[in-house]
């Protein structure tokens, strides 16, 4: 979904050219949907000697050595050898550490919440899904910030009464133009150079709802700058402003972009625990690029998600940071990148990632037992889809711990072959972001696990 050239642009000219404030994930191959074709021959995107002027590193021989912090090692260097250690003890160990070093310290579930559900289920997309509308509402006065759901349900489930399990995908895009479907309320989207709500103009984040409808699945996304508009002036807009002002004038350990996004999708989680049409304890969460990143977080940090697909996480997401290969966390925090996405302490390891307590192989560490994907491109340079691969590899033992199933490998696998386990990896042929032979895997990987068949 981005091409390495456009990171050499100014963020405003890329979210303008986008229309969806997607800076991060111009197209370097597209967007799938349901009427693309099958991705063939992919040509690798450019590799930039530096961005932001800092180098670059693409050579698996100049990657150097590093030493990953150990998930079940506490940090008094106790080790961890029970689940319940793990539960009581380190785990809630590394999500202090994540939030604090990292994303940012998230506020609670809002006092108020409130759910309008103004669309209560319609015959939708030629009568293979009933359609809901929903307005979250994050304080009880129905003002400022609000989530703008659209879900679909397969058609038969819901006729049976049968509760459905969903996956929810965070999205760039406007719901109405996720999905082929005339019925949906339109939602505007932030323009960053007038810092203004806007109509979208083109179609961008499409999503294949067809293909999980017909396993049993349904389907549900929303814009994510419906929570926090993705521009470092954009906080006054966003939910962040219920306790900072502005990205620079806040604690070390706020809430970035990221940790508001993933907030985001736990407010949805509660409309769904409401939603007698949705088992509530199968929700798979989704997000590409820094979404990816986002869904990552979320699943992580919310227990209450039963899966996680986090599309082309790599750095501050699934890829390894002490890995020299890639971004790192200087691209990241860099100030004319993106360090509003994330805890202002995270720049605290900019080219000093081995002196930083966590890294990826933790953050994937911190989704079991329960099923997670980490899919990437293989000509994804930028966002190291060996240094996923490696994560997961170190993320293994606590798999392991619960009697769970990792990758079962430590040899990277060839693009086209996914691992689809309790921890699981795809690599297509390709770039950054979706292509469509990744749909049927997302279909098997939670065909596996949420067993909508019930």
């Not at 981005?2 to 963020?11: A, C, E, K, Q």
């Not at 986008?18 to 009427?35: C, F, K, L, R």
């Not at 693309?36 to 050595?65: C, F, R």
């Not at 509660?270 to 509530?280: G, L, M, R, V």
């Amino acid at each position: 979904m981005r091409s390495l050239s456009l990171r050499s642009l100014p963020l405003a000219a890329i979210l303008l050219a986008a229309t969806t404030v997607h800076a991060q994930s111009a197209p370097a191959t597209p967007q799938a949907g349901p009427n693309m074709p099958s991705a063939t021959a992919v040509t690798p995107p450019a590799k930039p000697e530096d961005v932001a002027g800092i180098p670059v590193n693409y050579d698996e021989s100049k990657v150097g050595t590093y030493t990953l912090p150990d998930a079940l090692k506490m940090s008094d260097g106790t080790p961890v050898r029970d689940v319940k250690t793990w539960e009581t003890k380190r785990r809630p160990e590394i999500v202090r550490i994540f939030e604090t070093q990292q994303f940012g310290i998230a506020p609670g579930k809002p006092v108020g919440e409130n759910f309008e559900v103004f669309d209560k289920g319609t015959p939708a997309l030629n009568g293979k899904a009933i359609r809901k509308q929903v307005v979250i509402w994050l304080n009880k006065e129905k003002t400022g910030p609000h989530i703008n759901l659209v879900e679909y349900l397969p058609a038969n489930k819901v006729a049976a009464k049968k509760r459905t399990p969903v996956l929810l995908s965070i999205n760039f895009g406007a719901p109405q133009m996720a999905f082929d479907d005339p019925g949906i309320r339109p939602v505007e989207v932030w323009n960053p150079k007038t810092g203004k709500r806007e109509m979208p103009t083109r179609a961008f984040g499409k999503l294949n709802a067809d293909i999980f409808l017909d396993a049993g699945i349904g389907i549900a996304t929303f814009y994510y700058g419906d929570i926090d508009p993705d521009y470092p002036a954009g906080v006054p807009d966003g939910v962040r402003a219920m306790n900072i002002k502005s990205n620079d004038d806040r604690p070390g350990d706020a809430w970035g972009s990221i940790a508001a996004w993933a907030w985001g999708m736990s407010r949805v989680q509660d409309y769904f625990e409401t939603d007698k049409d949705i088992d509530a304890k199968r929700v798979a969460v989704h997000g590409i690029s820094r979404l990816g990143k986002t869904a990552l977080w979320a699943g992580a940090h919310d227990q209450r998600f039963a899966a996680v697909i986090a599309s082309c996480g790599g750095e501050g997401g699934g890829a390894l940071s002490h890995r020299n290969y890639g971004e790192t966390i200087a691209h990241m925090t860099a100030p004319s990148r993106y360090p509003y996405q994330f805890a202002k302490n995270w720049a605290n390891y900019a080219g000093f990632p081995d002196t930083a307590p966590m890294d990826a192989n933790m953050l994937v560490a911190l989704v079991a037992p329960r099923p997670l994907l980490l899919q990437t491109g293989n000509v994804d340079f930028w966002s190291d889809p060996k240094g996923e691969f490696l994560a997961a590899v170190a993320a293994g033992p606590v798999y392991r711990l619960y009697g769970k199933q990792d990758l079962g490998t430590d040899v990277l696998p060839a693009a086209g072959v996914p691992i689809l386990h309790d921890l699981s990896y795809e690599m297509h042929n390709g770039g950054h972001g979706m292509v469509p032979s990744d749909w049927p895997v997302y279909v098997d990987f939670l065909k596996m696990h949420l067993h909508p068949e019930r």
